[in-house]
């Protein structure tokens, strides 16, 4: 059965950092591209970050570039997303995603940063 577990989410304040996790059973995160996604309240959903299942080659928003750090742990099948210099404006709920032919998501967990 293919599952997607995020978790690490919770409440910074602004300056802050927090690691997400997205742990994946049923197929090799390697076999497919990872990426995290972000919906705000009263917004549509984004692509905050990906990693090629080629080169492991990476792709960040421009809101997040710098501040972000999205990688792979084969070993331990799971996706990280390492967020640093949070501000309010990175408040979602934050979702994995992974992607080959089949598409997966997860249920999501959710980020708040206060001022």
């Known amino acids: 059965q293919v599952q997607l577990v995020e978790s690490g989410g919770g409440m910074v304040r602004t300056g802050g950092s927090l690691r997400l996790s997205c742990a994946a059973s049923?197929?090799?995160?390697?076999?497919?591209?990872m990426a995290w996604f972000r919906q705000a309240p009263g917004k549509e959903r984004e692509g905050v970050a990906c990693?090629?299942?080629?080169?492991?080659?990476?792709y960040y928003a421009d809101s997040v570039k710098g501040r972000f750090t999205i990688s792979r742990h084969n070993g331990e099948n799971t996706v990280y997303l390492q967020m640093n210099s949070l501000n309010p404006e990175d408040t979602a709920v934050y979702y994995c995603?992974?992607?080959?032919?089949?598409?997966?998501w997860g249920q999501g967990t959710q980020v708040t940063v206060s001022s």
């Open positions: 049923g197929f090799r995160v390697d076999f497919y591209a």
């Open positions: 990693i090629s299942s080629v080169d492991e080659s990476t």
């Open positions: 995603r992974a992607k080959y032919v089949a598409e997966y």
